[in-house]
């Protein structure tokens, strides 16, 4: 693998630019909107897209030249193709369209849930994990079958991030919540009793935060967030083991915003050396949405020759990471794995 690639992400509130090469993140630059009060705002986040974009590229490229990386040394413009929040996405590949068309690079349209995963193959010893991926929208068990990334299990409503923002918002907390949460946690004295909703290997949060709104008025907030938390992340365990078992795989990667959590890499780790299997967790730059992994899938997929025209550049925001052909795994590299 050879090369050095710009990748911008911006699928909701992260608007982060990096520039990668085979051995590291060159340089990176991040500008996140922060919402007044509540939730997300798709259309002012990709409005706050827009404002600070040219900023933020501007900085990279400054950055980068100051490391030894000047424009001329970038062999590709990544961008984070979707899913995501469809105007903070368009805003994103309108801008990474114009970086290739005006450096005359190729563009590489990149699946945001799998750059997740391979920034995490790239800086932990994981080969051929099962992956845990827990964010704001999405919560989905994957593993490597057979030229595509596998769902063995996924949220059948909102995703776990959400879900805690969600709770979050109705105890008075800002967002986002799940920190919040989990700093609350550790000073709960009981367990409240929450709805487990595990349907074979799926799940559902959306009650499950509905609940614990609604015990509020008859428990402490420090045990209602203790409770909703060992039941979420029980949830996603119970979810991960069975996936390790029909796999048969020996390894299991963290992945996602909501995987900073301390009590979940706790509870993942436990499950793992019970089973005998290695548990790996990026360092936290990497956990939450960034650049640097939608660069490196693009540096990835430049090597495999897997680019896009402009004409088909679309954003999808509901791009499933199941539909995606991986160019860039050679079978032969995953066998021999313990």
Same mark, same amino acid.
């Given at each position: 693998?050879?090369?050095?690639?710009?990748g911008?992400e911006?699928?909701?509130?992260?608007?982060?630019?990096a520039?990668?090469?085979?051995?590291d993140?060159?340089a990176?630059?991040?500008?996140?909107?922060?919402?007044?009060i509540?939730?997300?705002?798709?259309?002012?986040a990709?409005?706050?897209?827009?404002?600070?974009?040219?900023h =933020?590229?501007?900085k990279?490229?400054?950055?980068? +030249?100051?490391k030894g990386v000047s424009?001329?040394?970038?062999d /590709?413009i @990544?961008?984070?193709?979707?899913?995501?929040?469809g105007a903070?996405l368009?805003?994103?590949?309108?801008?990474?369209?114009?970086l290739s068309?005006?450096?005359?690079?190729?563009l590489?349209?990149v699946?945001h849930?799998?750059?997740?995963?391979e920034?995490?193959?790239?800086k932990?010893?994981?080969?051929?994990?099962?992956?845990?991926y827990?964010?704001?929208?999405n919560?989905?068990?994957?593993a490597?079958?057979?030229g595509?990334?596998r769902?063995?299990?996924e949220?059948l409503?909102?995703?776990?991030g959400?879900a805690l923002d969600?709770?979050a918002r109705s105890?008075?907390l800002t967002?986002p919540g799940?920190p919040?949460?989990?700093?609350l946690?550790r000073k709960?004295?009981n367990y409240?009793?929450?709805?487990y =909703?595990v349907?074979?290997?799926d799940l559902?949060? +959306?009650g499950?935060?509905?609940a614990?709104?609604?015990?509020? /008025?008859? @428990?402490s907030?420090e045990?209602?967030c203790?409770?909703?938390?060992?039941t979420a992340?029980s949830?996603?365990?119970e979810?991960?083991?069975?996936a390790?078992?029909h796999?048969g795989?020996?390894?299991v990667?963290l992945?996602g915003?909501?995987?900073?959590?301390?009590?979940l890499?706790?509870?993942?780790?436990?499950?793992?050396?019970?089973?005998?299997a290695?548990f790996?967790?990026p360092e936290?730059?990497f956990m939450g949405?960034n650049?640097?992994?939608?660069?490196y899938?693009?540096l990835l997929?430049?090597?495999s020759g897997?680019i896009l025209?402009?004409e088909k550049?679309?954003v999808?925001?509901?791009?499933?990471p199941d539909?995606?052909d991986?160019?860039?795994?050679?079978?032969?590299d995953?066998?021999?794995d313990p």
């Amino acid at each position: 693998m050879k090369g050095t690639v710009l990748g911008i992400e911006g699928t909701a509130w992260n608007l982060s630019a990096a520039i990668v090469n085979e051995n590291d993140v060159v340089a990176e630059v991040t500008h996140t909107y922060v919402p007044p009060i509540g939730g997300i705002h798709p259309r002012e986040a990709a409005q706050h897209h827009a404002r600070f974009a040219s900023h =933020v590229i501007g900085k990279l490229l400054e950055e980068g +030249s100051k490391k030894g990386v000047s424009i001329s040394m970038i062999d /590709g413009i @990544a961008f984070s193709q979707g899913p995501g929040l469809g105007a903070c996405l368009r805003t994103v590949a309108t801008a990474s369209r114009a970086l290739s068309l005006s450096l005359g690079l190729p563009l590489i349209g990149v699946n945001h849930c799998l750059a997740h995963i391979e920034v995490g193959r790239w800086k932990t010893p994981a080969r051929d994990p099962v992956t845990l991926y827990v964010s704001g929208a999405n919560s989905q068990v994957l593993a490597y079958k057979m030229g595509k990334y596998r769902v063995f299990g996924e949220t059948l409503d909102i995703g776990l991030g959400n879900a805690l923002d969600k709770f979050a918002r109705s105890a008075g907390l800002t967002h986002p919540g799940g920190p919040k949460i989990e700093e609350l946690a550790r000073k709960a004295k009981n367990y409240i009793p929450m709805p487990y =909703v595990v349907k074979g290997m799926d799940l559902s949060f +959306s009650g499950l935060s509905t609940a614990a709104t609604d015990a509020l /008025g008859r @428990a402490s907030l420090e045990d209602v967030c203790y409770s909703f938390q060992e039941t979420a992340f029980s949830m996603v365990v119970e979810v991960t083991e069975r996936a390790l078992a029909h796999t048969g795989k020996h390894e299991v990667l963290l992945a996602g915003g909501v995987g900073a959590n301390t009590r979940l890499r706790e509870m993942l780790k436990i499950m793992c050396e019970e089973r005998g299997a290695n548990f790996y967790v990026p360092e936290k730059r990497f956990m939450g949405d960034n650049g640097a992994m939608i660069a490196y899938l693009g540096l990835l997929m430049l090597n495999s020759g897997d680019i896009l025209s402009v004409e088909k550049s679309h954003v999808n925001p509901n791009f499933r990471p199941d539909s995606v052909d991986v160019t860039w795994i050679n079978e032969k590299d995953l066998e021999g794995d313990p």
